[in-house]
């Protein structure tokens, strides 16, 4: 109730942690935030839920955003089946991409949970991750999970006179 209260409306949960309380604990997350109203993105209870809301479209003033949401993985615990969390995958991240493209979006954000920790720079899995995303049709990404600040650049698409934006790593 504490987030809700301090204001926050949508929420990722695919990150190294989704799976620590295994189906109980995944699925209990959805709940509790389906109870509060909070939207959120990442993890599911199975393909249904998924399909059906990902991914997630956000319209203001006439302005259509996608939502995308990814994690490098979670502590070696597998995701119990129908659950899915959103792994940083090339065919299923395209396909994510691709749908959002179908449904006529203004812009695409991904928000990756990826990176070494306590690093002041994106490592090498950052950089190859990032780049794909942006060359795919991301219009911003913003990663988190080092703990640490890392930096952001802002990009000229010269090919569809865009500005791009990444965000290495939010922090803490």
Do not use: C
């Amino acid at each position: 109730i504490a987030i809700k209260n301090a204001g926050f409306d949508i929420l990722t949960t695919a990150n190294n942690h989704s799976n620590d309380k295994f189906q109980s604990g995944l699925e209990r997350t959805i709940d509790i935030l389906d109870s509060l109203k909070i939207i959120h993105l990442g993890t599911y209870k199975d393909i249904n839920e998924r399909d059906s809301t990902y991914p997630l479209i956000i319209e203001k003033n006439n302005i259509k955003i996608a939502l995308l949401n990814y994690t490098y993985g979670t502590n070696g615990i597998k995701t119990t089946h129908p659950n899915i969390v959103n792994m940083i995958n090339e065919n299923l991240m395209m396909k994510d991409i691709e749908n959002a493209k179908e449904i006529g979006v203004d812009k695409i954000i991904a928000i990756m949970h990826w990176g070494k920790e306590y690093l002041s720079y994106p490592d090498k899995y950052q950089k190859k991750w990032g780049e794909w995303l942006l060359s795919n049709g991301v219009d911003i990404v913003i990663g988190g999970h080092p703990h640490w600040v890392q930096p952001m650049e802002l990009r000229k698409d010269t090919v569809n006179n865009n500005d791009k934006l990444i965000v290495w790593s939010l922090g803490n």
